[in-house]
């Protein structure tokens, strides 16, 4: 579990192919705090495990399924991926809850600065637009945002100054795909409506 403020912004150093698998060596000495083999590592909002690291870096392992349905698959050597420790209890939740576990990939439409905020949008397909809502929470590569606008087929997001200069967004340019994760509650909320004919009736009988 994740809260989508992220610790790190570092290059990858190595990709190596395992079968239908791939390792990424990252470079970072933030994550090293009481880390453990076969602990989390969100990586561009992936749920991903540790399998070796050191002083300067942490090497993480992601299966087929992950390579195909996120933009892990793509990933390049140099590349910068957002990183952040799985979440402790005792922390202040300061993002949202993020599960580390991607719905799909979008990519940027259109990309605009208003003064010092800086606003892009992104396409949704018609599946998920459902699960956004503006105001509401999203993960974006990891970050966690606030949805500005909801348009019929996009949604933008606000960024300030400071949340361009800890990650990779002020680099992103029209076409480049990110990783998303609609909020777990949204999801939950739809789930359970979507096999449930709401009405004044069925609203009456839940005591409502």
């Not at 403020?5 to 705090?33: C, H, Y």
Request: charged share 25%; hydrophobic share 40%; with cysteine.
């Amino acid at each position: 579990m994740f809260t989508g403020i992220i610790a790190d912004n570092s290059p990858i150093m190595k990709i190596t192919p395992k079968g239908g698998k791939r390792e990424f060596v990252i470079k970072t000495n933030l994550m090293q705090d009481s880390l453990k083999i076969g602990d989390s590592i969100a990586c561009n909002g992936i749920c991903l495990t540790v399998i070796q690291f050191n002083s300067e870096s942490i090497t993480l392992e992601a299966m087929n399924e992950t390579l195909f349905k996120s933009t892990a698959g793509n990933w390049k050597i140099k590349q910068n991926i957002h990183l952040e420790r799985a979440m402790l209890l005792s922390d202040r939740l300061d993002g949202h809850i993020v599960q580390g576990h991607i719905d799909c990939t979008s990519r940027l439409i259109h990309k605009r600065l208003i003064k010092d905020t800086s606003y892009l949008e992104f396409y949704l397909e018609e599946q998920y637009r459902n699960l956004v809502v503006a105001q509401g929470s999203i993960a974006i590569d990891g970050v966690s945002l606030t949805v500005s606008d909801k348009k019929s087929e996009s949604f933008e997001v606000s960024l300030i100054s400071h949340t361009l200069a800890k990650t990779h967004f002020g680099s992103l340019v029209v076409g480049d795909y990110v990783n998303l994760e609609f909020d777990i509650i949204g999801k939950y909320v739809v789930n359970m409506f979507s096999k449930t004919k709401m009405n004044e009736q069925w609203l009456k009988e839940k005591g409502f």
